[in-house]
């Protein structure tokens, strides 16, 4: 017998409606998002496909650098794309983004593969651009869609958890790889062609816009996606330390670690359905009580509505004109909302800039020339897909960690957090430092290091200017900050790096009296091909140390106050408007 809205059991349009209930929610929109971010940074695998496009197509260190320079500059550019996703729904951005993603890739394995003549420079530089700046769409229309679905306090975990899946991406294409192709490189790049599109279009009629509504036990819901996420996290680092120290790992074997890894990427499935199931409750509890659900949302805008009210047209015009150029050099309080013009002239952001610069700069060009620096170092050809899969599980710790530990230790403490971007910064030089000197295995534990730090800077630089400038214009805002990876390549990956390896190979030909002909890849052997470039990298790191610590006494003041007021402000307003609407809503029921 089938079920029906008063009661009974769950017959087969119960279960139908159900199961609508569940892919319509905004619980599966998060799972959706998951889904498609873990497949979803083939940027962060440069180092592992990079060996494959400079032996086919004969390019010196510096080429190849240059191509890394664009995957970098294609995957922080993504003002666009956000002001796409302003006016039209999420499936728009997705859609633009898988269509890139798989042009980008396909076109350079068709180049890898010679399915087409060679390619020009200019033309792999914008290959590659297109296919990594199809990240920055996809990221959008996740992200951004999913931030505005659950608001409120839980942004930071939101944003960590989301950017954590991403970081993982790396490894878990690794294993997907190994199970479909097994060790055929060339074929890594047509799988990033493919699977992060195909993923895209699956699930993108389901990651679109919600009501906003607030659920009491929404903390306790996230924390258990975060303890999923670090359940995959576990068990991709075991997985990888197994393949690692064992001789001959079995295709079959990769089978069952996919399955498993599949099996645990999916498992925050059983939490979106019985959180729908406890939403089917209360809705249908509130039903025949007479109370009716408040949009959180509703509420806050309509709060905003009236705040802005208060205002008169021309005043409000007024206050643009002069916040935007009158007051270009007198900007509010830190924590108020900056235009864009009083952020990006201010002293503090000008000093985040650079510090971020010299730090990105050194840790992006660790993650885009490991199979280079593996290489040049001796290590085993089937062990730099090791490096690849660690950077990528300590990107997401990174991230994942400082994300969630740097809001407990800035509330309870009232720790400054331009203070933890500085100790990420000198934590980062202990791995630039084993790779200058090529430490026994060193290697493994740079990967690690560079890997946190690298994923840490990110939640760190975001939040910070978020904190300091206000959430008013934080889009572009942030999307500016984002500037300072691929800049920070240029200098240190291409301009130094590049340049020092390909002199240094040179030279060692030169010794062998050997003479390099067109087209011919350029290699280089042995520690002094990356030693003086990461000693001048830890260098540059420590200065983008100190220059933080001028933003760390700048800002002491701020973080010593509650920087959170306004906000909590805001939320109690809310709450107000919420119970005084509830009311009113009871007392019609019951006058109805």
Same mark, same amino acid.
């Given at each position: 017998?089938?079920?029906?809205?008063?009661?009974?059991?769950?017959?087969?349009?119960?279960?139908? #409606?159900?199961?609508?209930?569940?892919?319509? *929610?905004?619980?599966?929109?998060?799972?959706?998002?998951?889904?498609?971010?873990?497949?979803?940074?083939? %940027?962060?695998?440069?180092?592992?496909?990079?060996?494959?496009?400079?032996s086919v197509l004969g390019y010196d260190q510096t080429t190849l650098n240059l191509l890394s320079f664009f995957k970098d500059l294609g995957s922080n550019i993504g003002i666009l794309y956000g002001l796409i996703n302003e006016v039209t729904p999420p499936c728009v951005v997705l859609s633009i983004g898988g269509a890139l993603n798989f042009f980008g890739y396909f076109m350079v394995w068709l180049a890898v593969t010679k399915k087409i003549a060679k390619s020009q420079i200019w033309s792999m530089c914008l290959y590659i651009f297109i296919g990594?700046?199809?990240?920055?769409?996809?990221?959008?229309?996740?992200?951004?869609?999913?931030?505005?679905?659950?608001?409120?306090?839980?942004?930071?975990?939101?944003?960590?958890?989301?950017?954590?899946?991403?970081?993982l991406s790396g490894a878990i294409i690794t294993q997907l790889y190994y199970a479909f192709y097994g060790n055929d490189s060339k074929s890594l790049i047509l799988l990033m062609a493919w699977l992060p599109t195909a993923t895209s279009f699956a699930f993108l009629p389901f990651i679109r816009k919600h009501k906003a509504t607030q659920q009491p036990n929404e903390a306790k819901v996230f924390y258990n996606f975060v303890y999923m996420s670090l359940g995959l996290a576990a068990f991709l680092l075991? +997985?990888?330390?197994?393949?690692?120290?064992?001789?001959?790992?079995?295709?079959?074997?990769?089978?069952?670690?996919?399955?498993?890894?599949?099996?645990?990427? +999916?498992?925050?499935?059983?939490v979106v359905i019985v959180e729908e199931f406890k939403n089917c409750k209360i809705r249908k509890k509130d039903f025949n009580s007479g109370d009716p659900p408040q949009p959180l949302k509703i509420l806050t805008e309509k709060y905003n509505q009236e705040k802005s009210e208060t205002l008169p047209l021309a005043e409000q015009t007024v206050q643009e004109q002069v916040s935007c150029w009158q007051s270009l050099f007198k900007p509010p309080n830190r924590g108020e909302d900056y235009t864009i013009f009083q952020a990006i002239f201010s002293i503090d952001m000008l000093v985040l800039f650079? %510090?971020?610069?010299?730090?990105?700069?050194?840790?992006?060009?660790?993650?885009?020339?490991?199979?280079?620096?593996?290489? %040049?170092?001796?290590?085993?050809?089937?062990?730099?897909?090791?490096?690849?899969?660690?950077?990528?599980?300590?990107?997401?710790?990174?991230?994942?960690?400082?994300?969630?530990?740097?809001?407990?230790?800035?509330?309870?403490?009232k720790f400054p957090r331009p203070l933890m971007l500085t100790s990420i910064l000198i934590l980062s030089c202990?791995?630039?430092?084993?790779?200058?000197?090529?430490?026994?295995?060193?290697?493994?534990?740079? #990967? +690690?290091?560079?890997?946190?730090?690298?994923?840490?800077n990110w939640p760190l630089l975001l939040t910070i200017i978020?904190?300091?400038?206000?959430?008013?214009? /934080?889009?572009?805002? /942030?999307?500016?900050?984002?500037?300072?990876?691929?800049?920070?390549?240029?200098?240190?990956?291409?301009?130094?790096?590049?340049?020092?390896?390909d002199k240094e190979a040179k030279k060692q030909m030169a010794a062998l009296?050997?003479?390099?002909?067109?087209?011919?890849?350029?290699?280089?052997? *042995?520690?002094?091909c990356f030693k003086l470039s990461f000693i001048i990298i830890t260098a540059v790191t420590i200065f983008g140390a100190?220059?933080?610590?001028?933003?760390v006494f700048r800002t002491r003041k701020f973080y010593r106050s509650d920087i959170y007021m306004k906000f909590k402000e805001e939320a109690r307003t809310c709450d107000t408007e919420m119970g005084m609407t509830q009311k009113v809503g009871q007392s019609e029921a019951r006058g109805g």
């Open positions: 017998m089938s079920g029906n809205g008063r009661g009974g059991g769950l017959g087969l349009d119960g279960i139908k #409606s159900f199961t609508l209930q569940v892919i319509n *929610g905004r619980w599966f929109m998060l799972l959706s998002s998951f889904l498609v971010l873990s497949v979803s940074g083939a %940027s962060y695998m440069f180092g592992l496909y990079s060996r494959e496009i400079k990594a700046n199809s990240h920055c769409s996809i990221n959008t229309g996740a992200i951004v869609t999913s931030v505005n679905n659950f608001p409120g306090i839980l942004r930071g975990v939101v944003i960590g958890l989301l950017t954590g899946y991403l970081g075991i +997985i990888i330390i197994i393949q690692k120290s064992s001789v001959h790992f079995k295709q079959t074997a990769y089978y069952g670690s996919t399955a498993a890894m599949l099996f645990l990427l +999916i498992l925050p499935l059983g650079l %510090s971020t610069i010299c730090g990105l700069g050194g840790t992006v060009t660790v993650v885009n020339n490991l199979g280079q620096i593996g290489t %040049s170092l001796g290590y085993p050809a089937h062990r730099l897909t090791t490096f690849v899969s660690l950077t990528s599980i300590w990107i997401y710790f990174g991230k994942i960690v400082i994300g969630l530990a740097s809001e407990v230790i800035i509330t309870k403490f202990i791995g630039h430092l084993l790779i200058a000197f090529n430490v026994t295995n060193g290697l493994y534990a740079a #990967s +690690i290091i560079i890997g946190f730090c690298f994923g840490a978020s904190e300091l400038f206000g959430l008013k214009y /934080y889009s572009t805002l /942030y999307t500016i900050g984002g500037m300072a990876s691929p800049i920070g390549s240029y200098l240190l990956n291409v301009r130094l790096t590049g340049h020092l390896y009296g050997l003479t390099r002909k067109p087209g011919e890849e350029l290699n280089c052997n *042995g520690t002094e100190l220059v933080s610590l001028i933003l």
